[in-house]
Nanobody
């Protein structure tokens, strides 16, 4: 059974940093992409960042220049380094993985709270 386990969320002051990690376990032959979404209260879930199998990345405009996504293929782990955090970054962050063929998995979510 494939699982995504997230860690690294918490409470931080505005301007601070956090690093999220997401490790995939189970029988996974190939990963097309791994990434992070977030959902704030009353808002839709939105893409934060994604890294593809060719190492190309996609970022939401709101986090460009502040967040960095990286991936360790051997560990089947994706990281999200979040710097210069703002109150509007507060949300539940979900790890997301796509494997062939277009099968998706979600983590349980980790809370990030940025105090102003």
């Amino acid at each position: 059974q494939v699982q995504l386990v997230e860690s690294g969320g918490g409470l931080v002051q505005a301007g601070g940093s956090l690093r999220l990690s997401c490790a995939a376990s189970g029988i996974i032959l190939r990963i097309n992409s791994m990434g992070w979404y977030r959902q704030a209260p009353g808002k839709q879930r939105e893409l934060v960042a994604r890294v593809n199998s060719d190492s190309s990345t996609t970022y939401a405009d709101s986090v460009k220049g502040r967040f960095t996504i990286s991936r360790d293929n051997a560990k089947k782990t994706v990281y999200l380094q979040m710097n210069s955090l703002k109150s509007e970054d507060s949300a539940v962050y979900y790890c997301h993985m796509v494997v062939p063929v277009l099968q998706t998995y979600w983590g349980q979510g980790t809370q990030v709270t940025v105090s102003s």
